[in-house]
């Protein structure tokens, strides 16, 4: 299995801030990377894919870059909705996800 | 936009066989790929398996042994048995919609293994 590595894992910010989450996968997942956002007792939503596309209404302030191995998310302007946990995940080969990040 | 409803027992004893089901709607199953995807407490989401209407199933090896994936096009429903389960089970499960990435999930349904 192809592992993801996350970090960090947990994240202290404030509203307005500009924050960054990294995912490393252990092998070249030719961008085939997916990113979550999760809140106790929700469904996770997903919040980009491709590394870097927005799904029809999700923010703009959320982008994602990387390629090979290393991938990041970045939310700017941190709105107080932004608050939960972040999932990355390939899906290169057999579906893997990183430990997640919480953001608080 | 469709949703997702996963139901089962909340309980199920060591060595039996965990049974859930997925209900979908506004969305018929027929058209998309099916997942299965779980969270034990203080782990990462795990890829169960994967199904569609039009092929066979695909399962994570890690599980394939005990997972059985399939779809019920009458009821619009997408159910999981795992059989065997140990305390190792224990984890709360989502249904979730896509073939690489998940664009729809449920809200998820705890399960817990234990006598």
Known sequence: ???????????SASVGDDVTISCRASQDISNSLAWYQHKPGKAPKL?????????SGVP??????????????????????????????????????GQGTRLE | Q?????????LVKPSETLSLRCTVSGDYIGTFYWNWIRQAAGKGLEWIGR???????????????????????????????????????TAVYYCARGYGNFDLWGPGTLVTVSS
């Open chain 1, 1 to 11: 299995d192809i592992q993801m590595t996350q970090s960090p894992s947990s994240l």
């Open chain 1, 47 to 55: 919040l980009l894919y491709a590394t870097s596309r927005l799904p």
């Open chain 2, 51 to 89: 199904m569609h209407i039009r092929e066979s199933p695909d399962y994570n090896p890690s599980l394939w042994s005990r997972v059985t994936i399939s779809l019920d096009t009458s009821k619009n429903q997408i159910s999981l048995n795992l059989n065997s389960v140990t305390a190792a089970d």
């Open chain 1, 60 to 97: 703009s302030r959320f982008s994602g870059s990387g390629s090979e191995t290393d991938y990041s998310l970045r939310i700017s302007r941190l709105q107080p909705e932004d608050f939960a946990t972040y999932h990355c995940q390939q899906y290169y080969g057999t579906r893997t996800f």
């Open chain 2, 2 to 10: 469709g949703q997702l409803q996963e139901s089962g027992p909340g």
